[in-house]
């Protein structure tokens, strides 16, 4: 399967200020995802980033706070703009491999973000 | 249309088996199941299609009833490394994932 990685591992940043996280895969994939999940709670999907057009978002999310990047096959960068506490959270990325005859999701090791 | 998991917690001694179940409100074209453990990212456990077959590897297995929109979990003689979060995620169609409520299992001694 895939190996991805992440970078930050993890920031604190102030209130107002933006984020931009890194996700970098070892083989070239189709599909990547941005996922936040907040403290005990479950993986929210973000948008799917498609390579060489705009992202994908899911009901909730908007461009202007999470500015989606994918400028190829194997890398992608979320912003997390105009900083607030509630923003506080693991933000993971994600990509579709076809390994055993079914597309399987596999996750980074997450960006811890605080915001204060 | 997030689906449930039940119990939403639940403690084992080892050796005990568990079941985890997952449902959802709209038709599945398919079931996966990750499990979490604190402060990591989820890992991958297994797939489950439409029309396809209960699955397995080692002591965890799953099950599919596409006509309930439901998918279980079974873990048989339960190991202290099987404690974490196990989540199910749904698919309707060639799609997004999205995952359920979650489910915390603590194995102990």
């Known amino acids: 399967s895939a190996v991805i990685s992440q970078k930050p591992s993890r920031d604190i940043c102030q209130r107002g200020t933006s984020l931009t996280i890194q996700c970098q895969v070892d083989s070239q994939v189709t599909m990547m995802f941005w996922y936040r999940q907040q403290p005990g709670q479950s993986l929210t999907l973000i948008a799917t980033?498609?390579?060489?057009?705009?992202?994908?978002?899911e009901s909730g999310f908007v461009i202007d706070k999470f500015p989606i990047s994918r400028p190829n096959l194997t890398f992608s960068t979320l912003t997390v703009s105009n900083l607030s506490p509630e923003d506080s959270s693991i933000y993971l990325c994600?990509?579709?491999?076809?390994?055993?005859?079914?597309?399987?999701?596999?996750f980074g090791p997450g960006t811890r973000l605080t915001v204060t | 249309q997030q689906p449930v998991q039940s119990p939403q917690a639940v403690i084992l001694r080892e050796g005990e088996d568990a079941v985890i179940n997952c449902s959802s409100s709209?038709?599945?074209?398919?079931v996966h199941w990750y499990r979490q453990k604190h402060g990591e990212a989820p890992v991958f456990l297994m797939i489950l299609l439409k029309g396809g077959e209960q699955k397995g590897h080692d002591k965890i297995s799953a099950s599919f009833n596409e006509k309930k929109q439901q998918s279980s979990l079974y873990l048989t003689a339960s190991q202290l490394s099987y404690s974490g979060t196990y989540f199910c995620?749904?698919?309707?169609?060639?799609?997004?994932?999205?995952f359920g409520t979650g489910t915390r299992l603590t194995v102990i001694p």
């Open positions: 709209k038709a599945l074209y398919s």
């Open positions: 994600s990509v579709e491999d076809f390994w055993t005859g079914a597309y399987e999701q596999y």
């Open positions: 995620g749904t698919q309707t169609g060639a799609n997004n994932l999205f």
């Open positions: 980033a498609n390579q060489g057009s705009e992202a994908t978002y």
